[in-house]
Nanobody, 115 residues
Framework: QVQLLESGGGLVQPGGSLRLSCVAA????????MRWYRQAPGKEREYVAH????????NYGGFVKGRFTISRDDAKNTVYLQMNSLEPEDTAMYYC????????WGQGTQVTVSS
C-alpha cells in the first residue's frame, strides 16, 4: 500500500527557512515523479514543485521565484522541499503527492509564516 508521510512544517518568521520531508513506502520510489502541493485556507490546492526519477527533471510553480528547492534521496525513499525567504503568503498545508496508477497524497504538514 502506498504511503506518504510529510514532516518538517512549523511556525517560522518572514524571511526564515524550513525543510519539508516526505517519506514514501509501498512502491518503487526511484521510478516515480514526486510532487509537492500546498493549500491555504479558503483556497484551492496549488502546485509547488515536482522532481522526476533520478532528479533529471525539476519544475516549480510560478510563485516560487527561486526560493524553494526540491530534491530526492532514493536510498531513503524521501523527497525534500527546502524553502527559503518564506513569506506570510506561503502559509499553507503542504502535501506530498505521487501517481502510482492513481494519485496518492500524504496527510500534510502545516507551514505558518508569521511574525
Amino acid at each position: 500500500q502506498v504511503q506518504l508521510l510529510e514532516s518538517g512544517g512549523g511556525l517560522v518568521q518572514p524571511g526564515g527557512s524550513l525543510r519539508l520531508s516526505c517519506v514514501a513506502a509501498g512502491f518503487t520510489f526511484s521510478n516515480y515523479i514526486m510532487r509537492w502541493y500546498r493549500q491555504a485556507p479558503g483556497k484551492e490546492r496549488e502546485y509547488v514543485a515536482h522532481i522526476a526519477p533520478s532528479g533529471r527533471g525539476i519544475n516549480y510553480g510560478g510563485f516560487v521565484k527561486g526560493r524553494f528547492t526540491i530534491s530526492r534521496d532514493d536510498a531513503k525513499n524521501t523527497v525534500y522541499l527546502q524553502m527559503n525567504s518564506l513569506e506570510p503568503e506561503d502559509t499553507a498545508m503542504y502535501y506530498c503527492n505521487t501517481v502510482v496508477q492513481t494519485p496518492y497524497w500524504g496527510q500534510g504538514t502545516q507551514v505558518t509564516v508569521s511574525s
